[in-house]
C-alpha cells in the first residue's frame, strides 16, 4: 500500500477501530482449531473484540492462524490485517541452543543464520513478529533470564542483537521468509536487583549509558521494527511510564520511530507498581509516553476509546501510535497478502528440515565451551565409556523458551551416542543415575514431588557406581531443569541439585576418569566437581539438536571453540559480576600487597572461568602482538598485529579477542572493554597474522560532558583468547595539529 493510501486508511477510521489497532490479545483464547474458548468468557472479552484487536500473541499454525486472520479481517470495518506475534527466541520447529550458548559462539554470522531459519518456519506457520532479540546485558547468573542473553559485554551483545534483527528481518520484510524483530526489554531489565526477576533495577545513568544501552541501540540500528518495554522500575518510575527512556532516549537520542509495545500486561501493572490508580490512568501514562501497543491489553481496552474521547489523549497521539502498527503491516505487505505466504505446504516444506537441522547441530557444537580437560581425557578414546546422568535422555534440552519446538524432536545424547559409538570405537553403557531434581524442588511451573525420591534414587545411584566400575571413563551428564531458568526463574543457589552432587561424588569415588557434560541456561557454581571431574564441557540448553552436537564434539569430529560470555563464579557471593568493571581506588595488583584493597577474604575476586574463556582439543600460542604507531590523532587509525600459530595435534579455532583500557578519563572507565574479536580456524602448526584496526570511535564513552566521546591520553590495549590477560602495549591518543 501507498504511503498516502495508508494515511487515507488512517483518517477514516473511527475511533474504535483506531484504539482496537493498539490492543493485543493472545492465542489461548482459540482453541486449536482457531474455535473460540471459554477463556474469552473468563477474560471478558466478546468475539467482537477479539476479532477487531490489531494482533494476537503466542498462538501459531498456518491454517489456524488463516482462520483466524479470515474471520478478524470479516469483523473489521476496514478489513485490516492482523498481526501475529509470538515469542521466537532461539529457533522455532528446529530448536538452536538458547541465546546464552549461542552468544558462546562469538559468530554473528552464524546467528545471524540461525535467525534466518527461525524466520522462515516462523513465517511459514503464520508469525508475522518474533519477541527477540532480548539486548539485555546480564551481570548476575541468579537471574534466571540470563539463558535469555548473550552475556555480560556489551559490544558483544550489541554484536550479536544486530546480527539477530538482520537475521530475522532480512533485506525486505515482505519477503515470506522473514519477520519482524522486537528489541527488548528497554532498559536494563538484567540488572534486576539481587538477580530477582521483575525486580526494579538501580543503576547510574552512567552505567545504563555505557554498558546497557548500546545492544539495544545496535539491534535499532541493524533496523529491528519493535522494541518492548521492561516490566521494572528504572530511576522510581516503571519503564511502561518512563518519560524520559521511552520519550527522551528511545524516540529522542535513538531516533526510534518503529512500533514500542509494552511487555505483556506491563501497562496494568503500572497499578501494582503504585504508580497509577486504575486502567484508565495506566492507559493514560503507557500513551502519553509512547507506549503504542498495549500486550494483552487491558487497559487500553478499558480506557483508551473514553481518554481520546474526553481529550485527554488527543488524536494525534492515537494516530502517531495507529500509524505506526499500519506502517508495520504494510512493511509486511499484510495489505496484498494477510497470511505473508503462510501455508500448510510451506510449513511442510521448511519447518525441521534436514538443512535446518544440520545448522543447529553446527550451532551446538560452536556453542559448547570446554572449561576443563586435564589428561586430555575428552575427545574419547576408543574403550568402555559410561555414560550416565538424567541428561542423558528424557531431560527436556530446548530450554525455557521454545514454545513452538516438540520435546518429543529431541535428540538426546543417549541416541546420539548409540548412533555414532561404532564409528568412534566406544562400548558404551547408560544409566540415568539420578533424578534431576531434589525432592521439594521449585521451578517456574510448580514444584517437583515424587513420593518414591529415596529409594529411586539409591537405585539409581547404586547402578551407576556399578556402571563406573566397569568403564575406562565416565561421561556424567548433568545440569539443572530447564525450568530453573528462563522468565521467573531467580535462584540464590546456583549449583547442581543436591541429588547430582551425591551421585558425582558417588561415582568420583569408582572411577576418577569423569567427564562432565553440565546442562544449564546460567554459568553455575560448580564447587568440587571442577577440582575433582578430569573435564567440564558446557553444554548450556542446546535446543532439538542437541545431542548430536555434543556427541561431534564428544568424538573430536568437532574440536570445542565456544567462550564464556558470562563469567562461572567460585560462589553466589561474587555475584553479580563482570570483566569490565571500573577499578577502585584500592585495586588488588598481582604482587601487590592484598591488606585493605577491594577483595573477599573468603574467595578470590576473579570467577573461576572469566569471560572470553574456553579450551580446545589443540594449543594455540599468541604471540609477537605489536602496533602500527605508538600515537594518533583522531582521525588515524591504529593496526594490531598478533601472531596465531596451532602449536597442538589437530585441527582447532581460537576466539581471538582485543580489549582496550583508557588509563584516564574525565569519568573512570573500565579496567578493560572487548572492542573486537575473530575467530580463526587453524590447522596444525599453522600460524596466521591477526590484525584489529582501532579507530578513533572505539574509544569513544559517556565523558563528564554528558556525550559519548573520545578524550586524549594513554590507552592500553590487550591481545588474549580470554579477558584475563595480563600483557598489553599502549599508544596515546592526541589531539591534531
Ligand atoms: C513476558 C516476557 O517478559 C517477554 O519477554 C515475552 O516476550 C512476553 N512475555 C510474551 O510472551
Request: with cysteine; aromatic share 8%; net charge negative.
Amino acid at each position: 500500500m501507498k504511503d498516502q493510501d495508508l494515511e487515507a486508511l488512517l483518517q477514516d477510521l473511527s475511533v474504535e477501530e483506531k484504539v482496537y489497532q493498539l490492543i493485543q490479545y493472545q492465542g489461548a483464547n482459540y482453541s486449536d482449531d482457531a474455535v473460540l474458548t471459554g477463556l474469552l468468557d473468563q477474560n471478558h472479552i466478546t468475539p467482537h473484540e477479539l476479532g477487531m484487536a490489531g494482533s494476537t500473541l503466542c498462538i501459531w499454525g498456518a491454517d489456524k492462524l488463516k482462520k483466524i486472520q479470515d474471520a478478524a479481517m470479516a469483523i473489521q470495518p476496514h478489513h485490516i490485517p492482523m498481526l501475529f506475534m509470538l515469542d521466537v527466541i532461539h529457533g522455532h520447529r528446529t530448536v538452536f541452543p538458547c541465546p546464552l550458548a549461542l552468544g558462546a559462539t562469538f559468530s554473528p554470522e552464524l546467528v545471524e543464520e540461525c535467525a534466518a531459519v527461525a524466520a522462515r518456519e516462523a513465517a511459514a506457520e503464520g508469525i508475522h513478529v518474533t519477541f527477540a532479540p532480548m539486548a539485555d546485558l546480564v551481570r548476575d547468573a541468579r537471574w534466571g533470564r540470563c539463558m535469555e542473553s548473550t552475556g555480560e559485554d556489551p559490544y558483544l551483545n550489541g554484536r550479536m542483537a544486530a546480527a539477530m534483527v538482520r537475521g530475522f528481518q532480512g533485506d525486505d520484510l515482505r519477503n515470506p521468509d522473514h519477520i519482524a524483530a522486537c528489541v527488548k526489554h528497554f532498559a536494563g531489565y538484567g540488572a534486576a536487583v539481587a538477580g530477582m526477576d521483575y525486580q526494579n533495577v538501580e543503576l547510574s545513568e552512567h552505567t545504563l549509558r555505557e554498558y546497557y544501552l548500546p545492544a539495544y541501540q545496535a539491534g535499532i540500528e541493524a533496523g529491528a521494527k519493535m522494541v518492548m518495554t521492561g516490566f521494572h522500575t528504572y530511576n522510581g518510575l516503571p519503564c511502561t511510564g518512563n518519560a524520559w527512556l521511552m520519550r527522551d532516549i528511545l524516540r529522542g537520542e535513538m531516533g526510534f520511530d518503529g512500533v514500542l509495545i509494552s511487555d505483556y500486561c506491563a501497562v496494568n501493572e503500572m497499578v501494582s507498581h503504585g504508580l497509577c490508580e486504575d486502567l484508565r490512568d495506566a492507559a493514560r501514562v503507557a500513551m502519553e509516553n509512547g507506549v503504542d501497543i498495549d500486550m494483552e491489553g487491558r487497559s487500553y481496552a478499558a480506557a483508551l476509546i473514553g481518554l481520546v474521547e474526553d481529550g485527554t489523549i488527543p488524536m494525534a497521539r492515537l494516530d502517531e501510535a495507529v500509524r505506526r502498527v499500519l506502517k508495520l503491516k504494510n512493511a509486511l505487505g499484510l495489505f496484498e497478502d494477510p497470511y505473508h505466504g503462510a501455508s500448510e505446504t510451506q510449513a511442510k516444506a521448511v519447518v525441521r528440515t534436514e538443512e535446518h537441522r544440520a545448522l543447529a547441530r553446527r550451532a551446538v557444537t560452536q556453542s559448547l565451551v570446554l572449561l576443563k580437560n586435564d589428561d586430555a581425557i575428552l575427545p574419547l578414546r576408543p574403550g568402555k565409556i559410561a555414560f550416565i546422568g538424567p541428561y542423558l535422555e528424557d531431560a527436556d534440552l530446548r530450554s525455557a523458551w521454545s514454545f513452538s519446538g516438540e520435546a518429543a524432536d529431541n535428540r538426546s545424547v543417549r541416541a546420539a551416542v548409540k548412533a555414532q559409538a561404532v564409528r568412534a570405537g566406544w562400548e558404551v553403557r547408560f544409566s540415568q543415575g539420578s533424578t534431576l531434581l531434589d525432592n521439594g524442588t521449585r521451578h517456574a511451573l510448580g514444584v517437583y514431588r515424587n513420593d518414591d525420591f529415596l529409594l529411586e534414587n539409591q537405585r539409581l545411584c547404586a547402578e551407576a557406581v556399578e556402571l563406573a566400575r566397569w568403564a575406562d571413563t565416565v561421561v556424567l551428564c548433568l545440569g539443572e531443569h530447564r525450568l530453573q531458568t528462563g522468565e521467573a526463574a531467580s535462584r540464590v543457589w546456583l549449583r547442581l541439585p543436591e541429588v547430582q552432587q551425591k551421585l558425582f561424588s558417588a561415582v568420583a569415588a569408582e572411577n576418577p576418569r569423569i567427564a562432565v557434560l553440565l546442562f544449564s541456561g546460567r554459568p553455575l557454581v560448580l564447587g568440587e566437581m571442577a577440582e575433582q571431574a578430569k573435564a567440564v564441557l558446557a553444554c548450556w540448553m542446546p535446543g532439538t539438536e542437541g545431542g548430536d552436537g555434543i556427541v561431534d564434539v564428544l568424538s573430536g569430529s568437532v574440536s570445542p571453540s565456544g567462550k564464556v560470555t558470562m563469567a562461572f563464579p567460585f560462589a553466589e557471593g561474587q555475584e553479580p559480576m563482570c570483566y569490565n568493571g571500573y577499578s577502585t581506588g584500592r585495586p588488588q595488583v598481582p604482587g601487590g600487597p592484598s591488606e585493605y584493597t577491594s577483595r573477599y577474604l573468603d574467595c578470590p575476586n576473579a570467577p573461576r572461568y572469566p569471560f572470553g574463556y574456553g579450551l580446545s582439543y589443540t594449543t594455540f600460542t599468541l604471540s609477537e602482538v605489536s602496533l602500527s604507531a605508538k600515537q594518533m590523532t583522531k582521525k588515524e587509525m591504529i593496526t594490531v598485529h598478533a601472531k596465531l600459530e596451532n602449536t597442538g595435534t589437530v585441527a582447532g579455532t581460537e576466539v581471538v579477542q582485543l580489549y582496550l583500557q583508557d588509563l584516564v578519563g574525565s569519568r573512570v572507565r573500565p579496567v578493560k572493554a572487548l572492542k573486537g574479536f575473530q575467530k580463526v580456524s587453524l590447522q596444525p602448526g599453522e600460524r596466521v597474522d591477526v590484525q584489529f584496526t582501532i579507530t578513533e570511535e572505539m574509544l569513544r564513552f559517556y565523558t563528564a560532558r554528558n556525550r559519548f566521546e573520545s578524550e586524549p591520553g594513554v590507552f592500553r590495549v590487550y591481545v588474549g583468547t580470554d579477558s584475563s590477560v595480563e600483557e598489553y602495549l599502549e599508544f596515546r591518543l592526541v589531539e591534531e595539529g
